[in-house]
DNA sequence: ATAATAAATATTTTGTAAAATATTTATTAA
DNA sequence: TTAATAAATATTTTACAAAATATTTATTAT
């Protein structure tokens, strides 16, 4: 591996940082691969090197997008001195806020995620089935510390996935403004925690 | 009042009614004001007799289903020999049942309700404050029976309404099947109801 | 007057050719 | 050979005239 010369991925990373504020910003239909190519002093051909198209950029600058966002949740599961409750409560508002600011800092993201959730479907349903295994963590924690009485932790897992997914569709992001949205997701968390506790 | 000649009311149903088909089987876009107005033997013109424009047709023809739809939620809540939980689970559930048949028979009302939905959206949030009002009598039922433990019942009711709105909303109507939300839909209000309830 | 229509006009949609852009291929450079 | 480009081609978008449709107005009938 030389030192000075860039590697396949350090291009692909570049390509993506370019395409990613453009997208971000104009929308993945207002974005030319031509754009995209000058930014990182390539021409456009180029591009075709290390991907195979430009729909498949917007796939990829999506999938950046989740990762960064499955990162931040798995680390909000191994923060320490937090109850399970606490957790799960995390968890919930802190995705919405972070959807909150990527839509607001990146406007045109709201397009490439439609785009995304039309053509690659698949990629959604995986990122849910991962969310929904962070989820379960928690609830499997809960139950070990008495907070949760929960029986079947995956299912339960996908009915919370299910009630909160109004605070992160950008549909619903986009219509409400942002405090109804956070009050909301705050007391329909506490409806859920107090609906997964021990009966009396 | 005459007997035999038809009403202002009549003449608008007529109208509605001719609407509603062609909206629903073909969608707001496709369909002409020569079509519904051929489908009542008039002009065209004379349809302004009765409606400002065919936008507000597409209104009052979502505004038919709105209706339709709170009756039968009205209707629910009055039924006797049910606890407030069997209420509410049978509020979400024939709700969930409702739409989807709805959007099964009348392919094309997305696409209405959508626009709706875009240009008015007051309408929209006119039936939902009613929705919650509705809610919020079952709660206050439930507190009354021992049911439920509730102390702000309005904001509940409004929480119980964010929790299941993917149920409704006829995007995810559209993208999942129908077992799954069916499914989905029993377990977040079973779990909803474990949270209303008195704590141990 | 009221109800309706047909004709006139305004607006929107559609079809399509030109322009822009995506993608592939041929060529050059290292 | 690998990396890149420029040129060639395929596909998509845009611009805009023609056609369709919505809406208004003038006219007729009751």
Redesign the pocket.
Known sequence: MKTME?T?DE?RNQILDAAFARFGQYGL??????EI?KDC??????L??YY????DIGAACAMRCFNEMDALLRDIIKRPGLTATEKLKTFVLEKFYHVYEQFSEQPKLYELVMYIQQEKFDIIQARLKGQQSLLAEILAEGNRSGEFDVSDILETASLIQAAVTIFNAPHFINSYPFEKLEDEAKGVVDLLVRGLGKRS
Chains 1, 2 share one sequence.
């Open positions: 860039k396949v291009v239909g207002k974005t030319t691969m031509a190519a002093d390539m021409s456009a051909g180029n075709y090197r195979p198209n430009k729909a």
